[in-house]
C-alpha cells in the first residue's frame, strides 16, 4: 500500500509563499490524477488542486492565480507552490488520488497532512 507524506507547512505572513511536497512511498506513473486538498478547522476538507496525467491542471476558485500544483513523477512527488497566501488559506493540506477529479473515492489512505497557518 502507498503511504503518502505531506511536508512543507509551516507560518507565514501574509501575501507570503510557501512550497508543499507529497512524497509517496511507491510508484505514481501509473495514477492518472493526484491532488491536494485542505481541511481548516470546523470545515470539510476541500479540493485545492489537481494534475492529471498529461498535466492538465484543476484549480477552485479561491487559489486560481495563485497556487500551482505539479508533479514528478520521476520521484513519485506532488508539489504545491503557493504565492500570495491569505489567512483564509490557514488549514491543514493533504494529498491523494482521487479516481477522477471531484470523486471522493481515493487510491491511497490518508497521510498526517501538513499545516499551513498564514498570520494577517
Known amino acids: 500500500q502507498v503511504q503518502l507524506v505531506e511536508s512543507g507547512g509551516g507560518l507565514v505572513q501574509a501575501g507570503g509563499s510557501l512550497r508543499l511536497s507529497c512524497a509517496a512511498s511507491?510508484?505514481?506513473?501509473?495514477?492518472?490524477?493526484m491532488a491536494w486538498y485542505r481541511q481548516a478547522p470546523g470545515k470539510q476538507r476541500e479540493l485545492v488542486a489537481h494534475?492529471?496525467?498529461?498535466?492538465?491542471?484543476t484549480y477552485s476558485d479561491s487559489v486560481k492565480g495563485r497556487f500551482t500544483i505539479s508533479r514528478d513523477n520521476a520521484k513519485n512527488t506532488v508539489y504545491l507552490q503557493m504565492n500570495s497566501l491569505k489567512p483564509e488559506d490557514t488549514a491543514v493540506y493533504y494529498c491523494?488520488?482521487?479516481?477522477?477529479?471531484?470523486?471522493?473515492?481515493?487510491?491511497?489512505?490518508w497521510g498526517q497532512g501538513t499545516q499551513v497557518t498564514v498570520s494577517s
Open positions: 494534475i492529471g496525467s498529461f498535466g492538465i491542471t
Open positions: 511507491g510508484s505514481i506513473f501509473s495514477i492518472n490524477g
Open positions: 491523494n488520488a482521487p479516481r477522477n477529479v471531484y470523486s471522493s473515492s481515493y487510491y491511497f489512505d
